[in-house]
């Protein structure tokens, strides 16, 4: 078992940035892939970014590729996800999720079997 915990979301102008944490506690961090996932208002939880279990793996979808990036510490249990050069449609509750580790990056809701309780981010034109 893990839990995990966001903080950093908040409101922000188009162009600004914000860093979210995920806190993770529980059994060994290390072993688990993070991923960050977002939902806006009236439509389906979407990829964001994915991390490997010691950080040397990642993915991103599309839409953030070039303006964030997710990192991990795994000494502190701490996944990161630094959003640069937010747009509008950025604006959404972001979620982390963790799985174990099985060589591969899952880009699902499917694939994650423990979530967070989400941080609103809000980006303004």
């Known amino acids: 078992q893990v839990q995990l915990v966001e903080s950093g979301g908040g409101l922000v102008q188009a162009g600004g940035s914000l860093r979210l944490s995920c806190a993770a506690s529980?059994?060994?961090?290390?072993?688990?892939?993070v991923g960050w996932f977002r939902q806006a208002p009236g439509k389906e939880r979407e990829f964001v970014a994915a991390?490997?279990?010691?950080?040397?793996?990642?993915y991103y979808a599309d839409s953030v590729q070039g303006r964030f990036t997710i990192s991990r510490d795994n000494a502190a249990t701490t996944v990161f996800l630094q959003m640069n050069s937010l747009k509008p449609e950025d604006t959404a509750v972001y979620y982390c999720?963790?799985?174990?580790?099985?060589?591969?990056?899952?880009?699902?809701?499917?694939?994650?079997?423990?979530w967070g309780q989400g941080t609103q981010v809000t980006v303004s034109s």
């Open positions: 529980g059994r060994t961090f290390s072993v688990y892939t």
């Open positions: 999720a963790a799985r174990l580790w099985g060589g591969v990056i899952y880009t699902t809701t499917g694939g994650y079997g423990f």
């Open positions: 991390i490997s279990r010691d950080g040397g793996n990642t």
